[in-house]
Structure formats: C-alpha cells, structure tokens
C-alpha cells in the first residue's frame, strides 16, 4: 500500500514543514515534496520540530514548481478551506482516503496539495489536481498548515487501519473469565449475602441477586478481577463475623 | 449537543496549550480546564498560538488537580499512548467520539483527560476514568499534546458532521444538466464528429459515439459546462470548415 506524498506548495516557515514531517511520520506517510520552500532547504526549525521524525525531513525533496512536483503522480487532491467558483469536486478527508487508497491497490501513485500559511493554494495550482478536499469544521475555522497534513494524514490511516474500536487490555491474567467461573464469583458472593442479611427479604433475593449480576456483567470482568473480587469477599466476610464476636 | 470538556494535566508550555484550544475550537469544543499549568496562567504564548479561537484561552479554567477538574462530570476518558498494567477498557478516537455523542444526548456532562508533554498521564490519573483512548498511530509513534487534542476534537466534531463525502460546488449556472440538455449535447457532438470523418468506418460508429457518452458522463458535467463544450465544438467545427475551403 502506497501511502500518498504530501506537497507543500511555497511553505513559509520551517516549523509548519516539521510539523507537518511528524503528523505524517506518526501516520505512515513518508515522501514530503517542497515547492520552493520561502525560508530555504535544508531548514534547522523544520528538523527540530519534526521530532523524531528526522528521516521524513532529511528525504524531502525540493521542486521550483507544483506541476514538477506532481508530475509522476496519477491522482492528485488539492487541500482547501474556501469554496471557489469553478465547479469542482469537494470531499471530506474521509472520502479522500478512501479513493487515495483505491488507487493505491491499482499502484497509481497519489499525492495530496497543500497551499501556504498565508495563501492557501491558487486557482492555477488547484487545477492541477482532480479534486478537492475541504476539512469540515466548525464555524471557527482556521486548521494550520501542520493541522491539515495531521487530520488528512490521519484519515489515510484511519481507512487502512484495523485497530478494533474498543478492547480490554490483556496481559497474562488477564484472560476472559469462562461462564463458570463467574458463576462461582456469584455463588459465592450471593451465599455471603444471604449469610450477612443483605439478600431480604425472601421474596426479594431471586431479582435483586440477578441485579447485581447484571452490574458485574456490565464490568467485563478479567480472571484476574474475579479472583480479587472473591478474595475482597472472603476478606469482608470474615471482617463481619469477627465485629459479631466482639 | 454539549461536546466534552477538554482537561489538560500539568502542561508544560503555553505554546502546547494555544495550539489545543485552536485545535478545540476548529472542531466546536469550548470547555477548556487547566491542571496546575507549569508556566501559569494566564499566559501570553497560550494566546499567541491559539490565533483566532481566543475565547478558549480567555474562558480557560486553572484547578489544582484532576479530580477537581472533572469533578462534576459524567463519563471521563484518558488519553494515552502506552499501554499500561491494568485491564481497561481502549478504545479508537473514533469508537469514544460516538459514546461521548451519545452520553451528550442523555445531558451527561462530559470530558477528555490529556496528560504533560513529557510523561503523559500517570496511573492514579487514569484511574479517575472511565476509559482510555488510544489514537492509533503507525509504528513511529510521536503525536504531541496539540496534534492528539486535535485528533480526538476532530472524531468529536466528525461523528456529528453531516457533511456529504463528496458533493460539487455548486453556482447559479452551475446546476446539474438534465437528461435532455445531456442528449443535445451528445447528439450534437456526434452530428459534427459524423461530418468531420472522426467518426468512422459506418460499423463502428455506434461503440465509439458510446464511448465517447461515457467519457462525458463521467466527467458528471454541470449545466454551465456542457454549454461551455457545445461553444467549443462549435467553434473547432467552423475552424476546420475554414481550413477546407482555404
């Protein structure tokens, strides 16, 4: 999978280009194309803010202008934040990704635009490219340079990436308890209940013992948590019946 | 919708804090909390860096601690990188962004815990939480406080966000043409393309007209353009008549 290259057209500060070398390194993008960079290249700021992401900065590569820098490219989207007049395609960073990443599986190469702090991108520059990606915001909007590289970057990502949405943390006790053994965690609980007073009256027991499993089903218990609850059981059991000596 | 509070713990540098209350408010997020921040508040580089999203900065809360700060929230989440000891619960931007939603619907009040520049939150922070989030990053890992406020705002800002994956810009002239003024268009391109001998041999001009309506349909030309092209064709038909007859 191809991740696209990221062409910053005219950037004016080596800060915005380190920025923007980290929010791609941190996404798995790696080819940063300049277009006449203002400040000069190789640039100190852009390599101290890059962080750890030296090796985006040290391969990047300088073009006198866009067009060279998306010649061998074979699709291209332009980053704006205003409409324009010309009819055009408008996408959301999402929708971008995936189409970048179609492309990506026919071995086109890809690229996404982005304009200078000032400026943004002019009309002749956006029409080098097939279409347009827009981050949708708020009504406030005014995303840096380095903020729009991180949210598209991101979204390429995103679209690639398999991370489930949520899970728990496992470590070596820290399986999925079977049925069983949450059912001797309830057992177990509910008898030092039923023995303490808690479950009453009688009538009672049967819902409000279903109650409390509900609560410890909603926890998603590990092994390891279950062991700990029936050991806080037996610990407050015993806690009880020595107050009822005394 | 009251989108989530924005904790930050101890953060080092204004610049840091700036750059996430600019990162809040593209994304619609204005609850701003401030734990104990290192260089105090207020603080001028905060304000410098958040550019136009002021009011952030300016309606920015300082507490003591974190469990002041999220005090009397609802549904808590931790943002970390590493993973860590305990079983919890992980999860995407993208997964906590929707139960932040829908714990908004319900008037749960809620909030979003991000950790210093240097070590990220500790485990007695995190454990003020109901959850933790963790943004997905290739395998160079190095997203700094501005860039993970901005990540998780954005997810907020997007689950809610209507805005088509693609659409065209549309003008006055800029309608979609109908079926119609689309058939016109073909007939006269074909009419001239028949006369100019493009067209040619007999038997193969019915596939070739149909590639050529593909070609068209796919460009999904607006009203104004598909005038635009039948002026070219036009023009071009009577350039040639010209050089005919000269």
Chains 1, 2 share one sequence.
């Not at 300088?62 to 291209?76: P, Q, W």
């Not at 990443?101 to 982005?114: K, M, Q, W, Y």
């Not at 827009?134 to 840096?144: D, G, H, Q």
């Amino acid at each position: 999978m191809n991740p696209p290259a990221v062409i910053l057209s005219h950037p004016q500060l080596g800060e915005n280009i380190g920025a923007a070398a980290r929010a791609m390194a941190n996404f798995g993008l790696s080819d940063l194309r300049l277009v006449a960079p203002r400040s000069g290249w190789p640039n100190a700021k852009a390599a101290a803010m890059a962080a750890g992401a030296a090796s985006v900065v040290d391969n990047a590569r300088v073009f006198a202008t866009v067009a060279e820098a998306v010649g061998e490219l074979n699709l291209v989207f332009a980053t704006t934040a205003r409409e324009r007049g010309i009819a055009r395609e408008i996408m959301t960073p999402a929708e971008a990704a995936k189409r970048l990443r179609v492309a990506s599986t026919r071995d086109e190469r890809t690229g996404i635009l982005f304009g200078n702090e000032r400026a943004g991108l002019d009309n002749d520059e956006i029409s080098l490219c097939d279409a347009v990606i827009t981050v949708p915001t708020a009504e406030f909007a005014s995303l840096n340079l380095g903020q729009a590289v991180l949210v598209t970057s991101y979204e390429w990502f995103r679209a690639g990436d398999a991370t489930p949405p949520a899970r728990l943390e496992h470590g070596q006790l820290q399986r999925k308890p079977t049925r069983e053994e949450m059912l001797q965690l309830f057992e177990h609980l509910e008898r030092e209940l039923l023995v303490s007073g808690f479950l009453y009256p009688p009538d009672k027991v049967d819902g409000m013992a279903r109650a409390i499993r509900a609560t410890l089903h909603r926890a998603r218990l590990t092994y390891q948590e279950v062991q700990t609850l029936r050991g806080m059981i037996v610990a407050l059991a015993k806690g009880k019946h020595r107050v009822r000596k005394g």
